[in-house]
């Protein structure tokens, strides 16, 4: 071999496979793996299921548990004060089915007082019911309004305090009425007022104003 051709042979060979290297990191760098697919199938609506008309109209039974907020109605020296923690528990039960559902009930009350001149709540107040219920749901509605009426007795304890009772104990009539919606379960909630006019020795008028959660089977 000429060593004279060396200094023209050596640049040459550099570039061709400066070339080639270049080449082969071209194709090595573009090339890319393909990224993983994420395919989610959407709905294209979203709502909330109403009842069918079967299952809106048909006769239930219900369990309703309330919390109110008690209204006392009464002279100005009424030193019992209105109460935060009332609460009361329903049961009804649907004659028949149909848009318009009569029912029988009952049902059970509670509050708790603080009384003028004590720093704790001192008077406890029970309350027992029976009387009728009428529900209106139209077919396929989860909306649903009742009334409903009846006899109530109610009675009272103080134990703390050994002179006359606040209240006597004694019955009178209930009327009430409410607003329910029903989710996409048994389970339903509301807004409701019921009213309790004593009659007798004690006349005393209360109203609840409260919501409630109750489920249907």
């Known amino acids: 071999m000429d060593t004279r051709s060396f200094p023209l042979v050596a640049p040459f060979g550099l570039a061709l496979f400066a070339l ?23 709905a294209e609506h979203v709502h909330v299921r109403a009842p069918d008309a079967d299952e809106a109209t048909r006769a239930k039974d219900t ?6 907020w008690v209204d006392r109605q009464r002279d100005d ?3 019992v004060r209105d109460a935060f923690s ?4 329903w049961f009804a039960h649907d004659l028949w089915s149909g848009v318009v559902r009569p029912a029988v009930e009952a049902g059970a009350g509670y509050s708790e007082h603080s009384v003028v001149g004590f720093k704790e709540p001192l008077l406890e107040i029970y309350r027992v019911c029976a009387g009728g219920k009428l529900t209106l749901q139209p077919e396929g509605s989860p909306l649903s309004a009742y009334g409903r009426m009846g006899w109530f007795y109610r009675f009272s304890w103080d134990p ?5 009772p606040y209240d006597q104990d004694g019955g009178g009539y209930y009327l009430g009425t409410g607003l329910e919606v029903q989710f996409d379960s048994p389970v339903r909630g509301g807004v409701f007022v019921d009213y309790f006019k004593g009659h007798g020795v004690d006349p005393l ?3 609840m104003f409260g919501i409630s959660v109750g489920v249907a089977f």
């Open 63 to 68: 369990l309703q548990l309330g919390f109110a």
């Open 160 to 164: 703390s305090f050994e002179a006359e």
């Open 20 to 42: 080639g290297a270049c080449q082969t990191l071209s194709i090595r760098t573009s090339r890319r793996d393909p990224e993983p697919a994420i395919r989610l199938d959407l």
């Open 86 to 89: 009332g609460w009361s528990l």
């Open 77 to 79: 020296e009424d030193p």
């Open 205 to 207: 008028e209360e109203r």
